[in-house]
């Protein structure tokens, strides 16, 4: 381990100001990834700030029927909430399908945003990884990249973003809040994980500012949820590929409907023009289908991935049919 300063942070703001002038500074609340990477030597932090104390752990239904989550609410506590269990299922269905229950224990909602890939170049320091030392190359597109990213990959990364929670978000359509040297701002969900493009080592929408907030808009009613997650073993595995589907129904037809992928691309992956050609079509599984093929026209595998794209067609289709089943199921 190497050396490294140690503060706590008693308010938002003093967290906020101690990461400035010192962007080697890291927060820490959970720390299931943090403290993996900088005993690897992967990440090393001038400063860990640690920000558990901070009034960040609720759940509030706000007026308008949205659901705002502490950045410092634990993963199994998000899984279990009453309104989360009612209102966005997806999000709990996720989150269950991921880690283990000793990690969701610890985890929390602003570190699973944070969380960083499970890439084995860059966790191996003697590895080329332009993400974790830009210009240095990337070994995993000539490697062993059988986990890799077959959507929004680049030359310079193909890393695949390794979150379950993440996935549901991107399909709900949340937001973002951040707290920093210049004040609060809000950001969609969708803006705040970046494609690799030529700058891997730059992930997030961050500017020197602190998660303090993910926000979920009204659900959708009636609501069918279905969260399918295809992997080398049933626990305690990332996803080879995810896919998380969420669609209301009327008399038969689709009405709203939301698809996110995951174990398949460098970000959280929103499936926008498939939710676009869904919508108004009888659910059943031509249309399924449909949507699925057109949510992968732009996959590009690699050596030793092809396999990922009919096997996230599979996940697509069954998440779709499942949600629409239980759509189905509520309307009665």
Not at 69 to 84: M, R
Not at 121 to 132: G, I, L, P, T
Request: proline content about 5%; charged content about 20%; some cysteine.
């Amino acid at each position: 381990m190497r050396t490294f300063a140690f503060a706590r942070a008693d308010s938002v703001a003093r967290a906020v100001a101690s990461r400035q002038g010192e962007p080697a500074s890291a927060f820490v609340a959970g720390g299931t990834t943090l403290l993996d990477l900088v005993k690897l030597d992967v990440m090393r932090p001038s400063r860990i700030i640690d920000i558990n104390a901070l009034p960040l752990k609720g759940i509030e239904r706000l007026h308008d029927d949205r659901l705002r989550i502490g950045a410092l609410v634990t993963n199994t506590d998000l899984a279990y909430h009453p309104d989360v269990l009612a209102d966005h299922p997806l999000l709990s269905q996720a989150i269950l399908a991921g880690a283990s229950s000793q990690v969701r224990n610890m985890a929390t909602t602003g570190g699973n945003l944070m969380q960083r890939t499970r890439c084995p170049y860059f966790r191996d320091a003697a590895a080329a990884c332009n993400k974790r030392a830009p210009g240095s190359g990337c070994d995993a597109r000539h490697g062993v990249n059988r986990m890799h990213a077959v959507l929004g990959g680049s030359s310079e990364c193909v890393a695949v973003h390794p979150s379950d929670m993440c996935v549901a978000l991107a399909a709900i359509g949340a937001t973002v809040t951040l707290h920093g040297p210049h004040g609060e701002r809000e950001i969609e969900f969708a803006d705040f994980h970046r494609l690799p493009g030529t700058t891997p080592h730059l992930e997030h929408a961050l500017d020197g500012e602190l998660i303090v907030a993910v926000t979920l808009p009204p659900p959708l009613k009636p609501l069918g949820t279905a969260y399918v997650k295809l992997r080398d073993r049933a626990c305690f595995e990332f996803a080879l590929a995810s896919a998380g589907a969420m669609l209301s129904l009327d008399e038969g037809l689709i009405g709203e409907v939301r698809l996110a992928l995951g174990g398949v691309a460098t970000k959280p992956w929103h499936c926008r023009e498939a939710e676009a050609l869904l919508a108004g079509k009888r659910a059943e599984t031509g249309a399924f289908e449909a949507a699925a093929d057109l949510a992968l026209a732009d996959a590009r595998p690699l050596s030793h991935n092809a396999f990922k794209i009919p096997l996230a067609r599979q996940a697509i289709v069954r998440a779709l049919r499942d949600a629409a089943c239980a759509a189905r199921e509520n309307d009665t």
